[in-house]
Structures are given as C-alpha cells and as structure tokens.
C-alpha cells in the first residue's frame, strides 16, 4: 500500500531488504524485485544456503560500516529524463573490489 500510494516515502532509504528467512535480497525501493540481488563475498561457499546464507548476508550488508559506505559512496541516482528518479546499487563484488583498487 505505501509504495503505490506513497512511493517517495521509501525514496531517502538507502537500500531496502527483503526475506522468507531463507534466501535474502535487497535493492531499491520501487525496483523490480528481478533485480534484487543477494549480497555475498566472493570467498564464500556458493553451496550455503538457508538460514546460512541470510545470516551471511546480513553480517556483509547490515552493519553500520556498509550501510553508511553505500550511502556516501555507492548509491548512485538517475534523475535525468523526466521520468521516475532510479537509483543503482552496486552488488557485493563491485564494492570489494572498488576498494581493493582505491587501496593499491
């Protein structure tokens, strides 16, 4: 109900998350739930899964560190065309490696 009635409210979040308490995803509020995405490192073990791999993903994503570096650094906006502003998230790898060349 509040996303069709009143979809700015959800606007300044950062990221939102969703869970059925076995898999996990986040994105933009208002985007296509397809391009939800999981957020995991690449030095995890691509067979975890369940309440395993939710629990992992809420460690990487939903700790003040990362929640504050996508915002400063990563969420990216598109209001250029008239339309509906988007906003890009970068996924788990696009972060870790960005750092890793800001580090070299």
Request: proline share 7%.
């Amino acid at each position: 109900m509040y996303a069709t009635e009143y979809p700015w409210f959800f606007t300044p979040s950062v990221f939102a998350v969703a869970s059925d308490g076995l898999r996990l995803r986040f994105g933009a509020a208002g985007a296509p739930t397809n391009l939800w995405q999981p957020f995991r490192s690449t030095a995890d073990d691509e067979n975890l899964s369940g309440q395993a791999d939710v629990q992992r993903s809420v460690e990487l994503l939903l700790n003040p560190a990362t929640v504050l570096d996508m915002l400063a650094n990563f969420a990216l906006f598109d209001t250029s065309g008239g339309g509906v502003d988007m906003k890009y998230l970068p996924r788990y790898p696009g972060v870790r490696e960005i750092w890793n060349g800001i580090r070299r």
